[in-house]
């Protein structure tokens, strides 16, 4: 059981380029969330999901897009990447509210110069 | 406005020693709260919980106090260990699944051997 899979693990980006970072979960969740932290800034949430087909904008969504197109995959992108996007970012799912925790990936590191 | 926080950036204890790690919330809509530990280059993983209905949850050498009428939860480790050492991120919910989890900050923290 793989749980939540981020992929690429790391990633250098010059500014103005595009790319695409893919979460895939195995858990059947309904509920998925992309999260940027920076030091000493915690964890930020950027976009997320309440289900298939559905996206909600989160603390910190301006530069990045976001579809779920199947339950399964969340992915996360930036039209064209800035130094300020320089992070690590890290996707999570939940099955349900209330008590129910969050599984998180292992990150993406993402620089961009 | 930070709606979770955690006001102790860092925290140092020594090995077998009682460590605990704070937290306070603003928002009387929370109903449940839970604790992460993150490892370097690893993403958060889920630690122990606990309902606004009740004020202790006990999980080995972890519990978390809640204390609602101050809106101030605690984690208490008993005893420290050095493979304890890791940022722990405070977090609370509301009911409703469409509401994400909302952070703090995290405390870094450093059990010397």
């Known amino acids: 059981n793989a749980g939540v899979t981020q992929t690429p693990k790391f990633r250098v980006l010059k500014t103005g380029q595009s790319m695409t970072l893919l979460c895939a979960q195995d858990?059947?969740?309904?509920?998925m969330y992309w999260y940027r932290q920076d030091p000493g800034m915690g964890l930020r949430l950027i976009h997320y999901?309440?289900?298939?087909?559905?996206?909600a904008k989160g603390e910190v969504p301006d530069g990045y897009n976001v579809s779920r197109l199947k339950k399964q995959n969340f992915l996360l992108g930036l039209e064209s990447a800035a130094p300020s996007q320089t992070s690590v970012y890290f996707c999570?799912?939940?099955?349900?509210?209330?008590?129910?925790?969050?599984?998180f990936g292992d990150g993406t590191r993402l620089s961009i110069l | 406005d930070q709606q979770v926080k955690q006001n102790s950036p860092s925290l140092s204890v020594q090995e077998g020693r009682i460590s605990i790690l704070n937290c306070d919330y603003t928002?009387?809509?929370?109903?449940?709260f839970l604790w992460y530990k993150k490892y370097p280059a690893e993403g958060p993983t889920f630690l122990i919980s606990?309902?606004?209905?009740?004020d202790k949850n006990e999980d080995g050498r972890f519990t978390v106090f809640l204390n609602k009428s101050a809106k101030h939860l605690s984690l208490h480790i008993v005893p420290s260990q050095p493979g304890d050492s890791a940022v722990y991120f405070c977090?609370?919910?509301?009911?409703?699944?469409?509401?994400?989890?909302?952070f703090g900050k995290g405390t870094r923290f450093s059990v010397i051997a």
């Open positions: 999570a799912s939940r099955k349900g509210g209330g008590i129910q925790p969050q599984h």
């Open positions: 858990m059947n969740h309904e509920y």
């Open positions: 999901s309440v289900g298939e087909g559905t996206t």
């Open positions: 928002n009387s809509m929370f109903d449940y």
């Open positions: 606990i309902s606004s209905i009740k």
């Open positions: 977090a609370a919910s509301e009911n409703s699944g469409n509401t994400p989890l909302v």
